[in-house]
Antibody
Framework: EVQLVESGGGLVQPGGSLRLSCAAS????????MSWVRQAPGKGLEWVSV???????YYADSVKGRFTISRHNSKNTLYLQMNSLRAEDTAVYYC?????????????WGQGTMVTVSS | DIQMTQSPSTLSASVGDRVTITCRAS??????LAWYQQKPGKAPKLLIY???SLESGVPSRFSGSGSGTEFTLTISSLQPDDFATYYC?????????FGQGTKVEIK
């Protein structure tokens, strides 16, 4: 079964760090474009970051310099390292596969993991 | 960055109605646009990709059209399961962006 399962969310203080994980099954993470998308409580979807199959990475301006996307090929897992967290980073974080040709439409989503930044 | 603007923000409709949602891009994105449906507490679901291609398993009452800067999502006959929030998303540039969403409510 094709599936993404996120973990690692939780409560963290402003200025703190957190690493999210997204374990894939049924397909190979390193052969696909993989993204993180977040949704603040009661708000819309916000694209956060992407890692291309070739390894290039891109970030939304709101997280650039603070967040790092990466993957572990043998574990078939995607990560999001989040540093210098702010209250406005509070959101449900989804990992998603960007499929198609060219890749870009998110055809597989995880269930999401909640990150709360608060003192 | 490319900005995506959806209209309306909220739409009240009845079962059986034809519903149209518009998405405008701040610059041309060719046909690199997707549409998603999201229900409360759930992950979004892909409906349409490349502006007008129907994702496998999505009912044929959903259709997409447009190119360049103006796009539409149409539901030909609204069903009870379709009351949800809909988002457009562009993937023309390497910085992808979503519209702010359109909530389809029961009239």
């Amino acid at each position: 079964e094709v599936q993404l399962v996120e973990s690692g969310g939780g409560l963290v203080q402003p200025g703190g760090s957190l690493r999210l994980s997204c374990a894939a099954s049924g397909f190979t993470v390193s052969s696909n474009y993989m993204s993180w998308v977040r949704q603040a409580p009661g708000k819309g979807l916000e694209w956060v970051s992407v890692i291309y199959s070739g390894g290039s990475t891109y970030y939304a301006d709101s997280v650039k310099g603070r967040f790092t996307i990466s993957r572990h090929n043998s574990k078939n897992t995607l990560y999001l390292q989040m540093n210098s967290l702010r209250a406005e980073d509070t959101a449900v974080y989804y990992c998603a596969r960007a499929g198609g040709a060219p890749p870009g439409a998110f055809d597989i989503w995880g269930q999401g993991t909640m990150v709360t930044v608060s003192s | 960055d490319i900005q995506m603007t959806q209209s309306p923000s909220t739409l009240s409709a009845s079962v059986g109605d034809r519903v149209t949602i518009t998405c405008r891009a701040s610059q041309s994105i060719s046909s690199w646009l997707a549409w998603y449906q999201q229900k409360p507490g759930k992950a979004p679901k892909l409906l349409i990709y490349k502006a007008s291609s129907l994702e496998s398993g999505v009912p044929s009452r959903f259709s997409g059209s447009g190119s360049g800067t103006e796009f539409t999502l149409t539901i030909s006959s609204l069903q009870p399961d379709d009351f949800a929030t809909y988002y457009c998303q562009q993937y023309n540039s390497y910085l992808w962006t979503f519209g702010q969403g359109t909530k389809v409510e029961i009239k």
